[in-house]
């Protein structure tokens, strides 16, 4: 077993670890690993499909970590009222939307122009889509911050290539396929807002992009996101 398999392991098998996690003592890496998982979502997060497909997804207003303990968005607006939007996706293969209320409208566009999409929710639980103009460079597209500007809960965006014209439809910049994909060539297409991640701040805390599992180097999975594990 190489150094770096032996100390994952090590920390996987880590009882104060295993405890945080809510999983009984001796619980093997698969369910250490699924625990991991449920641990990395945040309430409303924007996510892609595994496998990728023509569908943006979006995280509940309230979800459940590894451990069992709920997690939900906070209140907002006055009075305080906490949105209570429901797992929902848009599908940019067709332009229908599932699950929540959805504010969108989709410009017809030019194919091979880009967009950028900015998400906003709002006190009465609907989600407020604002596209950007139309750039032929990432670098031209309009700032992420231009597109958050409403009352609400500001959850991220997504930068968009169209597909087809009029009715618009679109993929993420670079996707080699009609998909919605959270990176391309290394490049993030979908962006969360930092103050609705899971761990946003806390003193000790590591962030990690990616943890690659293995056992006697064979891979057994990966797990991309951010979370915090209690350093040893």
């Known amino acids: 077993m190489g150094s770096l398999t032996r ?3 090590e920390l996987l098998t880590h009882q104060d670890l295993i405890l945080r996690l809510g ?12 625990a991991l998982v449920k641990s990395i979502d945040s309430p409303c997060r924007l996510y892609a499909g595994d496998p990728a497909d023509s569908k943006l997804y979006f995280s509940a207003y309230q979800i459940q970590l590894g451990d069992g ?3 939900s968005l906070p209140p907002i607006s006055d009075p305080l009222v906490i949105p209570l ?3 929902s996706w848009i599908d940019f293969q067709t332009g229908l939307t599932n699950g929540g209320a959805f504010n969108l409208s989709i410009p017809a566009s030019t194919v091979g122009k880009y967009r950028r999409l900015g998400f906003v929710l709002k006190s009465d639980a609907s989600m407020q889509c604002n596209f950007s103009a139309e750039s032929t460079s990432v670098g031209g597209l309009a700032l ?11 959850i991220g965006w997504v930068d968009l290539e169209c597909t087809q014209a009029s ?3 679109f993929k993420t910049i670079g996707s080699g396929s009609s998909i919605i994909e959270a990176q391309v060539g290394g490049t993030s297409r979908i962006v969360i807002c930092r103050d609705l991640q899971p761990f946003g701040s806390g003193g000790g805390a590591s962030n990690y992009s990616l943890i690659m599992f293995s056992i006697n180097g064979d891979p ?11 350093q040893v």
């Open 7 to 9: 100390q994952i392991t």
């Open 23 to 34: 999983l009984p003592a001796n619980s093997t890496v698969h369910d250490v690993i699924s």
């Open 69 to 71: 303990v709920g997690m």
């Open 85 to 87: 939007f429901a797992a």
């Open 144 to 154: 992420p911050e231009s597109l958050l500007s409403d009352v609400g809960l500001r």
């Open 167 to 169: 009715p618009a439809l």
């Open 220 to 230: 057994m999975a990966s797990v991309s996101g951010d979370f915090m594990l209690k």
